[in-house]
């Protein structure tokens, strides 16, 4: 385990062109370089997507994790072209998709490739789909824009066969449901089925377990899996919960107010963390063996205000570790041991300052947590 950030900085988008050739470094599908959202605001201009670059090779599964407000959706939208430059936008960077750059694609070209080559499962079925009209016209619309040559009636039946593939039962007859007449992981069904009716090469699957039941979560998750296996799909899944990726994802990126603070493959992250902000997230999610009604680890403060320009670590008054460097230089993303692990950190884990500051962190919690008992004894 490295103890400081000595190697040079890196890309996001992985290891060196010059790496071994072997299915994890194969050409990227998606490569994005250097890309920036900004909202123009009465507070002044926010970034929240700051200099990102990441890449997703084909039919990989790439998690992008992070708060809310971290950033993920908008890089994803922005990636699809749905926040586009404007008045109050500004976009810069470069999306590479398949040898094209997305950034200079006309809007009429780009349109055409949504749905087609990239498509995207939103976070509320409900607010995406049409609530007043029937959910059989809903796809077969969009079967009819990807294939034209079909009549109205083979684009029915088409969209049949496509409920059927995402499981719902009884599907010729969900045709003619409306979005609220069918239950929350139905209606993700419907939104999946829709988003791969173009029979996509990028899935964006953007929260599609928000607001859902541990059990469809599963559900939903396993349908994502089988679609992208046998559609020899690549699929970005973007969420809060690193629980969710840990074991449906090939490389993880985790974003903090806007940048990403650490990359690397799933099996390699969960097993070498190097930023604290990763472990802060790790340490959050609830375990088996605890007993129950156990406190869970919240991280301590609110992520930073990105109409205001900061110096500096993003992550440092809430990290226990930061130090005067952390907060007065803005630490390169460098690489670790592993070729293809990135992390954005001046004391990561394992390092002497970060494990002593750990350690008289756990000492205080642990003495707060006597003098509450005590007093609840009294």
């Known amino acids: 385990m490295s103890a400081k950030p000595t190697g040079n900085p890196v890309s996001a988008a992985g290891p060196a062109p010059d790496a071994a050739a072997s299915p994890a470094t194969a050409a990227p599908l998606l490569e994005v ?13 926010v970034r929240a997507v700051d200099h990102v670059s990441i890449a997703v090779r084909p039919e990989e599964t790439l998690g992008i994790v992070g708060e809310s407000g971290s950033g993920k959706s908008v890089f994803a939208r922005s990636v699809m072209g749905l ?10 960077g470069r999306i590479m998709f398949a040898g094209r750059d997305l950034v200079r694609l006309p809007r009429r070209e780009l349109r055409k490739m949504w749905g087609s080559e990239i498509a995207m499962v939103l976070q509320d079925p409900l607010t995406s789909l049409n609530p007043v ?6 796809i077969s619309e969009t079967v009819r824009r990807h294939r034209p040559e079909l009549s109205r009636g083979e684009a029915e039946a088409a969209s049949v066969e496509l409920l059927r593939s995402v499981g719902i039962p009884e599907p010729a007859k969900r045709m003619h449901a409306y979005p609220h007449q069918l239950s929350g992981g ?3 069904r419907v939104g999946i089925a829709i988003a791969l009716a173009g029979n996509p090469r990028l899935l964006f699957a953007d929260e599609p377990t928000t607001a859902l ?8 998750l396993d349908l994502l899996g089988r679609q992208q296996a046998e559609r020899h799909m690549a699929m970005v899944l973007v969420t809060h919960d690193l629980g969710v990726v840990a074991t449906r994802t090939d490389r993880i990126a985790v974003m903090y107010a806007g940048r990403i603070v650490e990359t690397a493959p799933t099996r390699t992250l969960f097993a070498n963390v190097m930023m604290p902000y990763t472990r802060a997230l790790l340490d959050a999610l609830p375990r088996l063996e605890e007993p129950s009604h156990t406190r869970l680890n919240a991280i301590p403060g609110h992520p930073p205000n990105l109409a205001v320009p900061m110096p500096g670590c993003r992550f440092a008054d809430r990290c226990p570790a930061a130090r005067r460097k952390c907060r007065e230089q803005e630490p390169p993303l460098v690489q670790a041991d592993d070729p293809e692990h990135s992390y954005r950190c001046w004391y990561p884990v394992g390092s002497p300052e970060y494990e002593s500051s750990a350690a008289a962190g756990t000492e205080t ?14």
């Open 133 to 138: 009209t029937r959910i059989g016209r809903q």
């Open 213 to 220: 039941d541990v059990t469809v979560q599963h559900q939903i």
């Open 186 to 188: 139905m209606r993700q």
């Open 83 to 92: 926040i586009a430059p404007g008045q109050r936008v500004e976009r810069t």
């Open 33 to 45: 370089v250097d890309l920036c959202t900004g909202f123009h605001t009465p507070r002044g201009l």
């Open 365 to 378: 919690t642990e003495r707060s947590g006597s003098d509450q008992g005590a007093m609840r004894e009294r």
